[in-house]
């Protein structure tokens, strides 16, 4: 077994100290507990490798009709749940679309790296417990992601047996490596995130906001409680959070994501995205891809999030489509593009509390964060049987967390009652002629929730098992006069 040894460079490291200063600019190894902390920061904070498509293969996205096919292509292969999702239908390979099990598992392999080393770092023991914890939570966050991306749904009849990713937990190389089981991964996140709370909660504690601290912990695990629907704790974990921490009112026309706002706990992914979520285009008004009007549809006159949320621009006929403003600095964030906060407590506890039919303890969860987010409340009804409930916190799970992380997906995996949802995709060549559209469809029960394992991946390591998934052929409207080949020519 060969030791994994951490080079940082100075284009990719950035800190507030001068670690840069004190070492050989070529090799520099940390020795000091704040040289561990900026290894943390700029691995995972700097560069969260969230899988960048993800809102495409979700219902809160749609295509522009009139986008040209050459633009929209390259996103194509996931809007459309394609089989294999990095070789385009003209067997081009698209490399970065399906990069984020790699970049994940480097986030593991540096946070396995501070957690062996930082304890015979030159610092404050209580300084050394933070950023091991800090290590703790990254490795659980990084896992979490990587299992409900890469990982089979969770089931607890079968979870011991499902295949979800390779668990590493040192900083050795090894060539060949298994898939553990889902249950094993669980474990493993829930030890993590524990390890993470215990050093937390004895150390000097978090510099900023872009740092996890006790509440960030407790909202993570209230979020693993939930995914493996284990209610008490769920509401356990989530009071520990609502408890310590407030709502703040969100407001249409300055960013709500700020340092001075509370309810942010922990803000990360500092630097801008290399893509322009739901706006790709190259002038305002130009979007391949769009929010989805079913999803601008549930935010009612009163529900403030809509224009906190979205930019509506007019589509050039008087009508509005829209872009979500959650990636566009200083609209909606002048911070991180990816934020744990006090809002989804609220959801969760929701959640388990109609879980256990306690309906009337649920929706009045949801009443305390609508209080908050509409303008006013007094003529909003709310369900009262379990079963609407149950479907109304789920809606509100979508209004809230929209285009934010991986929730929306997250969400639609673990649903006992999936929506089936279609993707039409139109055929526009270069002059702007319609050739027509193709409709792909996700069911209820379909194998492609699951990613495939990256080409790249079972390359290097041909015993690991990639996951079954389905091919997707299109229904093709009626309306196409030429094939698609020819449209390329």
């Not at 000091?32 to 920061?41: G, M, W």
């Not at 553990?180 to 493993?188: D, G, I, K, Q």
């Not at 911070?335 to 879980?355: I, K, S």
Request: with cysteine; glycine share 4%.
């Amino acid at each position: 077994m060969k030791k994994l040894i951490l080079i940082l460079t100075v284009a990719t490291l950035f800190s507030c100290n001068n670690f840069l200063d004190e070492v050989d600019q070529d090799k520099l190894i940390p020795e000091k507990t704040d040289h561990y902390s900026a290894l943390l920061l700029n691995e995972f904070n700097y560069n969260y490798p969230l899988f960048k498509t993800v809102d495409y293969m979700t219902d809160n996205v749609t295509e522009d009709p009139a986008g040209l096919d050459s633009r929209k292509l390259s996103n194509k292969t996931t809007y459309t749940w394609q089989r294999e999702i990095e070789i385009d239908e003209n067997g081009k390979n698209i490399s970065s679309i399906n990069n984020s099990w790699e970049y994940m598992y480097e986030d593991i392999a540096v946070a396995n790296y501070v957690i062996e080393l930082v304890d015979d770092a030159l610092g404050e023991e209580q300084d050394n417990n933070y950023v091991k914890g800090e290590a703790y939570f990254i490795r659980a966050f990084s896992y979490f992601n990587l299992l409900n991306l890469y990982g089979q749904p969770y089931d607890v009849t079968t979870a011991n047996v499902d295949l979800g990713v390779p668990l590493r937990e040192d900083i050795g190389v090894e060539i060949t490596y298994n898939r553990n089981t889902v249950a094993e991964c669980y474990a493993a996140i829930e030890s993590d995130l524990l390890a993470a709370i215990e050093l937390i909660d004895n150390s000097s504690g978090p510099l900023s906001v872009w740092h996890p601290d006790l509440e960030t912990c407790y909202l993570l695990m209230s979020r693993v409680k939930l995914y493996q629907e284990q209610w008490d704790e769920v509401i356990t974990y989530a009071d520990m959070v609502i408890n310590k921490a407030p709502l703040s009112r969100i407001s249409e026309s300055t960013p709500f994501v700020t340092e001075d706002n509370p309810e942010i706990l922990f803000s990360f992914y500092a630097t801008s995205p290399a893509f322009n979520l739901i706006n790709y285009g190259t002038t305002l008004t130009e979007a391949s891809y769009r929010v989805d009007n079913k999803l601008i549809a549930l935010y009612d006159a009163k529900d403030r999030r809509k224009d906190a949320f979205f930019l509506g621009i007019d589509d050039g006929t008087g009508k509005k489509y829209y872009r979500t403003k959650k990636y566009e600095r200083d609209l909606y964030t002048s911070l991180g593009f990816a934020n744990f906060r006090v809002g989804e407590a609220y959801l969760n506890r929701a959640e388990a509390y109609v879980q256990k039919g306690d309906v009337t303890n649920g929706i009045n969860d949801i009443k305390s964060l609508h209080s908050y987010r509409l303008s006013d409340t007094s003529s909003q009804t709310y369900p009262t049987s379990q079963e609407d409930a149950l479907a109304f916190v789920l809606e509100e799970r979508r209004r809230e967390l929209c285009f934010e992380d991986h929730h929306r997906w997250f969400d639609l995996r673990r649903m006992k009652n999936r929506p089936e949802i279609k993707h039409v995709y139109t055929l526009v060549e270069e002059n702007g002629t319609k050739l027509g559209t193709e409709t792909y469809t996700l069911f209820p029960d379909d194998l492609n929730y699951t990613l495939p394992i990256p080409i790249k991946e079972r390359q290097n390591n041909p015993l690991i098992r990639n996951n079954e998934r389905y091919e997707k052929i299109p229904e093709v409207n009626e309306e196409i006069i030429l094939d698609k080949s020819s449209s390329t020519n």
